[in-house]
């Protein structure tokens, strides 16, 4: 039984924050993903993966390296496979429900302290 297993790929300029609301929306759809970084961006999907395993949206599942020789270099690479857990859902739906007020907080401040031209 083959598993279609979506892959959220991480470079080194991104940042935590960034992954960790990439990777909720991927998990949204999928039960299980594989978040996937070469050697600079290791240390950034590390972080967001760990973070989501602390609060508890996903568990991790497999972490491993990987090197292929590529017209004789070494690339490597890290899979962090990532499960979703029973309350990812709620908790899901509690932080959009925040995110989504504080963006119509900022959008509302914006707003009126802009003069109307």
Do not use: H, W
């Amino acid at each position: 039984m083959s598993q279609d297993i979506k892959e959220l790929r991480v470079g080194f300029q991104e940042n935590a924050k960034r992954v960790m609301y990439f990777a909720k929306q991927l998990l949204l759809n999928n039960n299980v993903i594989d978040v996937v970084s070469g050697t600079n961006g290791a240390p950034v999907s590390a972080r967001a993966c760990q973070e989501l395993v602390r609060l508890q949206y996903a568990t991790y599942t497999d972490i491993r390296t990987e090197t292929n020789v590529v017209e004789g270099s070494r690339k490597v690479k890290m899979v962090i496979r990532l499960t979703k857990t029973p309350q990812f859902q709620k908790l899901f739906d509690e932080n959009e429900e925040i995110r989504n007020q504080r963006q119509a907080e900022r959008k509302s401040r914006q707003t009126t302290a802009s003069p109307a031209q």
